[in-house]
């Protein structure tokens, strides 16, 4: 999956949704396969990450109250919480990776 590769966009997504994406855990865990991780060691990552069980990774119920309380983004906007590239940044923080269009932020 190469940088402006159209198929390799559609997988991803495919991928994160297939955890239901932002709902629970699925674009965190999309996020260190990006990194070169496998799927199984990226879930143990992120469920570390967030201090939860790999099996509540899919649980939209428990996600919610994670990503409110981690202010990760969820997926309608909560006022008073961090949405767009302020989420990013936030997710940037928990899992201890850099996100180019976060950091494009600071230049």
Known sequence: ?????G????LGHHM????NGIRTAGDLVLRMQMTGMRLDEAKEYVAKK??????DLADPYLMKEVRGELDIGTVLGVPGHAKGLKAK???AEVL????????????
Do not use: H, K, Y
Request: without cysteine; negative net charge; glycine residues 20%.
């Open 50 to 55: 967030l201090g939860v069980n790999v099996s």
């Open 7 to 10: 198929i390799g966009v559609t």
């Open 1 to 5: 999956m190469g940088v402006g590769d």
């Open 89 to 91: 940044a936030n997710i």
């Open 16 to 19: 994160a949704s297939g955890m």
């Open 96 to 107: 201890g990776i850099e996100i180019p269009s976060v950091n494009m932020l600071g230049n």
